[in-house]
């Protein structure tokens, strides 16, 4: 039984530090003698038994966020998972994570970043245990990309899909080509910036799986490499970023989109990351 009388400024003070319900607040000094410290621990421990008990739920809603530096070199692009859209359409959540997403933008590694000073003697996994408990939600980082390069552009698409684009140099009309290139890629979903990028195992997948409709046409054994690596082209000129007809003019390729924007320059990289 607390001895100690457990005012309102106290319960907001807690409140306003952890981000828990008044209830939780009042419970938790009352448990902790008002011991403010005590009762943070024993909030972060609730935390840790409720995320224990959603540890095999999942998180597919939350929101999706790109940061990217102040000289344009580098960026970082973040999913901050949770179980419900009602709880990733919360401003307190949203807000959460450009916190995370500003602190993962130092942080050269997914395990580095987990590992980093969230503030409050926490470090980003704890902080993520602590809102378990908090919001009664599986919280988790889902996707962690980052990307560097000569300039980096963002683009967030309602904060479900979050995009990062690298171009060749940072010249006139840069920021809103790299924009254009990521809003191309939020909608798309390319696999590969180019051919090069393509894995082996997904373009021999693609070769079989042309020679089989191939054969169900009645095509002689003999045509079937020639026609399948013809529409090995065409999934690449589908499936790869660079190679992909540009969505505000089909009659360029996003490659001959940025070359009008300045002939020298180049899509060198991007990172798409997604909900879901």
């Known amino acids: 039984m607390s001895t100690v009388a457990i005012t309102a400024a106290d319960v907001n003070k807690l409140r306003t530090a952890t981000g828990a319900g008044m209830m939780d607040c009042k419970k938790a000094l009352v448990e902790a003698n008002g011991d403010f410290e005590a009762a943070i621990e024993i909030l972060r421990k609730k935390g840790q038994k409720v995320a224990a008990n959603r540890s095999d739920r999942e998180s597919t809603e939350g929101v999706a966020i790109a940061v990217v530096n102040a000289d344009k070199t580098e960026g970082v692009a973040i999913t901050l998972n949770c179980e419900t859209d009602f709880v990733g359409k919360n401003e307190g959540f949203v807000k959460m994570a450009n916190d995370f997403a500003a602190i993962a933008l130092k942080s050269g590694s997914k395990d580095e970043f987990l590992a980093a000073d969230f503030g409050g003697g ?54 809103e080509a790299a924009k254009n290139v990521a809003m191309q890629a939020a909608a798309m979903s390319p696999i590969a910036l180019d051919e090069s990028g393509v894995d082996q195992g997904t373009i021999d997948k693609e070769i079989e799986i042309a020679k089989d409709l191939l054969r169900q046409e009645g095509k002689p054994e003999a045509m079937l490499d020639n026609i399948a690596k013809g529409k090995l082209q065409r999934f690449f000129k589908d499936n790869t970023l660079v190679n992909q007809d540009y969505i505000k003019d089909s009659s360029m390729s996003v490659a001959a989109y940025i070359k009008s924007v300045n002939a020298d320059l180049k899509v060198t990289g991007f990172k798409r990351v997604a909900l879901g």
């Open 122 to 175: 926490l470090t980003v996994a704890e902080k993520l245990i602590e809102q378990t408990g908090v919001i009664g939600e599986k919280i988790e980082i889902g996707s962690f990309e980052k990307l560097n390069g000569a300039f980096i552009g963002s683009y967030v698409h309602s904060g479900k899909i979050a995009v990062l684009v690298a171009l060749s140099a940072n010249v006139e009309g840069a920021e």
